[in-house]
């Protein structure tokens, strides 16, 4: 098991910046990627960014060259640094770790959810 403790997100207006951070506890020693989905009012789910314990990084076409993400192995942390935020942006927005690794018996965990609201 693996417990997400999400912390940011909030109200901020357009153009503005965020960081979200998720601190991950628990049988971490599993974790392939971390990384941040987000779902929008009527809208699927969708993975923004990720990084793996490879630093292969993937971020969504929408938020290239605004959003990175980091990830701190040593506390199991994954931040999101969101700049030049858009009211487009605005979502709930989901940690979400996985495993590939087959000698553990869990796939993946999601956070509780952060609500990120840009105004315009």
């Known amino acids: 098991q693996v417990q997400l403790v999400e912390s940011g997100g909030g109200l901020v207006q357009a153009g503005g910046s965020m960081s979200l951070s998720c601190a991950a506890s628990?049988?971490?020693?599993?974790?392939?990627?971390m990384g941040w989905y987000r779902q929008a009012p009527g809208k699927e789910r969708e993975l923004v960014a990720a990084?793996?314990?490879?630093?292969?990084?993937y971020y969504v076409d929408s938020v290239k060259g605004r959003f990175t993400i980091s990830r701190d192995n040593a506390t199991n942390t994954v931040y999101l640094q969101m700049n030049d935020l858009k009211p487009e942006d605005t979502a709930v927005y989901y940690c979400?770790?996985?495993?590939?690794?087959?000698?553990?018996?869990?796939?993946?965990?999601w956070g509780q959810g952060t609500q990120v609201t840009v105004s315009s």
């Open positions: 979400h770790v996985d495993s590939i690794d087959l000698t553990c018996d869990w796939i993946d965990f």
């Open positions: 628990g049988d971490t020693r599993c974790m392939t990627s």
């Open positions: 990084t793996t314990t490879g630093n292969l990084l």
